[in-house]
C-alpha cells in the first residue's frame, strides 16, 4: 500500500499518539466485548516492544450533554487493556490540561497510557460544542503537541474527520503511519473493489437502498455479480411491478431503483421467494411465497429457493463482500436467510471472503466461521464509505510512503 506503516516509523524513545477504536459495550463498569480492544493489540505491542511510548485515542458513545460523560469513561477499557497486556495502563481522567501532559512527560520506553474519552471535548461547560467530531484546529494542534509521530489503527472512525484523527495527523510534525488493523483493512476491503479477483461477488442487505445507492452504484461496475437482500430487495421488487404487500418500500427511492436495474441488466440477483409474516413480530404467522406478496403480509426473510439461488452465484466466486443481513435477523425466525449464507460462505476456501457491518458480523460469529473468512472488517459505516468508492478522511491524512 502507499501509506507509511508503523513499522516504517522510528519508535525507540519516541511519544507515540495512537488513535485506536475502543468504542465498545460497557455495562456498570465492565467490558462487555472486548474485541475492538483486541484487535488493536498487535499495533500497541509492536510500538511498546520497539521502545516506543504509547498514548492512546478512543471516543466512546456519543456525548451530547455533561450528564452523559461518567458513564461514558474509559476507565473500564484502560482495565480490562492492562490486563490483555499484562502490564500497568496508565489511565488519564481529562483530555488536555498539565495532568495529561505530566502523565505523559513522566512514561518511559514501553509504557502504555490511555487518555479519557476524547468526545468529552464535545461538551464543554454544558455547551454541545463538538470539538472533537468537529475537527476543531486547536484541539488536534494541541493533541499533536503531545507526541512525536501518530499512529492511526481506528478504521472504524476513518470516514469522518474528528481532530483526534484528521486533527492529529495533520497537525503532527513527524510522521503519521496506519497500524496493522488500518493496514490490513485497506488492503482486502481496497483490493476487493479496486483489484479483485474474478469472479467478483457482492452481497448487500440491510432494510434501506437509500443506505446502500451509492455502494451499489459504484460496485456495479466493478462486480460480476450484486445480491440484493434484506429489506431493501423490495424497494427492487416495487420498481420491477412485483406486489410487495406490508414489506418495507421507500417509494421516494422506486425511480433509483428502476435506473439501478436498467444499469444492472443481469448482474442484479434479487430473492425469487420470501418468509412472509401477517405482522412485525417473531411469532407472528408465517409462510413462503415466491413473485407477489399478498395484501396484510410482509417479507422478513429470503425464502429457501433464494438462499439456493444465492449459493449457486457464491459457489464459484473468488472474491466475496458481504455487508447487511438477509432479513429481520435480529428475530430467530428471520435470521435463516443471514445464518445459510453466512455458512455457506465459510465453505467457500478459494475465494477472499470479506464480511462488514454489525449484522453480518454477528451471524459469521453466532455460526462459528469468523475464522474460516479471509476478513471481518471492524467499521461498518467506513467499510460502506469504501465500498462507494469515497476518500475517507482518516486514511487520506496518513503519510504517504
Known amino acids: 500500500m502507499a501509506k507509511l506503516t508503523v513499522e516504517d516509523l522510528p519508535l525507540e524513545g519516541k511519544k507515540v499518539l495512537m488513535r485506536v477504536d475502543f468504542n465498545v459495550p460497557i455495562k456498570d463498569g465492565v467490558v462487555g466485548d472486548d474485541n475492538r480492544i483486541v484487535a488493536a493489540l498487535p499495533t500497541i505491542k509492536y510500538v511498546i516492544d520497539h521502545g516506543g511510548r504509547a498514548i492512546l485515542f478512543s471516543h466512546l458513545g456519543r456525548i451530547k450533554k455533561e450528564e452523559d460523560k461518567p458513564g461514558l469513561s474509559l476507565r473500564p477499557v484502560a482495565e480490562r487493556l492492562s490486563n490483555l497486556l499484562n502490564k500497568p495502563v496508565t489511565f488519564v481522567p481529562v483530555t488536555e490540561g498539565k495532568q495529561l501532559e505530566d502523565a505523559i512527560d513522566n512514561m518511559k520506553n514501553g509504557d502504555v497510557l490511555l487518555v479519557q474519552n476524547t468526545r468529552y471535548e464535545d461538551v464543554k461547560d454544558g455547551e454541545y460544542v463538538k470539538r472533537e467530531s468537529g475537527n476543531d484546529p486547536e ?42 488493523l488500518m493496514e490490513k483493512e485497506i488492503k482486502f476491503l481496497g483490493d476487493a473493489v479496486d483489484n479483485p479477483e474474478r469472479p467478483f461477488v457482492a452481497i448487500l442487505g440491510g432494510a434501506k437502498v437509500s443506505d446502500k445507492i451509492g455502494v451499489i452504484d459504484n460496485l456495479l461496475d466493478k462486480a460480476d455479480k450484486i445480491i440484493i437482500g434484506g429489506g431493501m430487495a423490495y424497494t427492487f421488487y416495487a420498481a420491477k411491478g412485483i406486489k410487495v404487500g406490508n414489506s418495507l418500500v421507500e417509494k421516494d427511492k422506486i425511480d433509483v431503483a428502476k435506473q439501478i436495474l436498467d444499469k ?58 458481504w455487508n447487511g443481513p438477509m432479513g429481520v435477523f435480529e428475530m430467530p425466525n428471520f435470521a435463516k436467510g443471514t445464518l445459510e449464507i453466512g455458512k455457506f460462505l465459510g465453505t467457500l476456501t478459494d475465494a477472499t471472503t470479506i464480511v ?46
Open 139 to 180: 484541539l488536534g494542534k494541541y493533541w499533536a503537541s503531545l507526541g512525536d509521530v501518530f499512529v492511526n489503527d481506528a478504521f472504524g472512525t476513518a470516514h469522518r474527520k474528528h481532530a483526534s484523527n484528521v486533527g492529529i495527523a495533520t497537525n503532527m510534525p513527524g510522521k503519521a503511519a496506519a497500524g496493522y
Open 356 to 401: 462488514g457491518g454489525g449484522d453480518s458480523t454477528a451471524a459469521v460469529k453466532e455460526l462459528g466461521v469468523a475464522d474460516k473468512l479471509t476478513h471481518i472488517s471492524t467499521g461498518g459505516g467506513a467499510s460502506l464509505t469504501y465500498l462507494e468508492g469515497n476518500e475517507l478522511p482518516g486514511i487520506a491524512a496518513i503519510s504517504d510512503k
Open 264 to 321: 444492472a441488466g443481469d448482474k442484479l440477483v434479487l430473492p425469487i421467494d420470501n418468509v412472509v409474516a401477517d405482522k412485525f413480530n417473531n411469532d407472528a404467522d408465517t409462510k413462503v411465497v415466491e413473485g407477489d406478496i399478498d395484501d396484510g403480509w410482509m417479507a422478513l426473510d429470503i425464502g429457501p429457493k433464494s438462499v439456493e439461488e444465492f449459493k449457486n452465484v457464491l459457489k464459484d466466486a473468488k472474491n466475496v463482500v
